[in-house]
């Protein structure tokens, strides 16, 4: 989506953005409904004391692996739900549901990111049980997820050692929104160009108390202390203000 004119279509994109005032009224405009619905959609989940997770990154980060992995580690010990988001397809969705988690696909079509409302309605799909943990993968894009409030409890922004370490510095307001930031495909480190140290730092000038995890969904390196922080969440062990 534009955030300065609200379209969500850029081909015949000719019009004219030389009205700010207008622009910017839209933008909280938008914004506002978008935060009505984050905001019923957080208190349903607190009814039932579910704990909602909006994994954010670029696209290939590994995100879906990682919750592939995440799943197999917790289904024994809580219920699952999740919500995937992307353009087309529901590929994601059924590699979930192989991994045994009930999931739910939103096609945003031409919108580059999930939005409260489309969470909503997601919901309606789960009979979401006390205590459980709800899992919303985003669309694929460090720029525009970052403006949406989903209703979630905590935003875990993923960022793979195939990427450059400067992307916190790049992408500052994906990371600074994050309350938790993994750094995927750690087992690659030995052949690839990625300073993780660098990254860290980069990652900590921008939210200096954020949580960080070093992980890789292929051999597993990480994964046993992320899942067993996930599962403390359950119990509200872990649970933090944000």
Known sequence: MCITCGCQDHSDHHH??????????LEQDILKIN???????????????AVALNFVSSPGSGKTTL???TITGLIAKSLIYVIEGDQQTDIDANRIRKAGADAYQINTGKACHLD????????EHFDIKPNSLVFIENVGNLICPAMFDLGEHYRVALISTTEGEDKP?????MFYHADVVVINKVDLLPYV????NRCIENIKKI???????????KDGFGINA????????????NRVTV
């Open 169 to 173: 510095l790049k992408y500052p307001d």
């Open 226 to 237: 992320w899942c067993d922080w996930l599962g403390n969440l359950v119990n509200n062990t």
């Open 193 to 196: 160009d990625f300073d993780i």
């Open 67 to 69: 919750l592939e992995k």
């Open 16 to 25: 004219d953005h030389k009205q700010p005032q207008q622009s910017i009224r």
């Open 207 to 217: 939210r200096s108390k954020v949580m960080i995890f070093q992980t890789s969904a």
């Open 35 to 49: 935060n009505r619905y984050a905001k019923a959609n957080r208190s349903l989940l607190d009814a039932k004391n």
């Open 116 to 123: 409260a409302h489309m969470v909503g309605h997601g919901f």
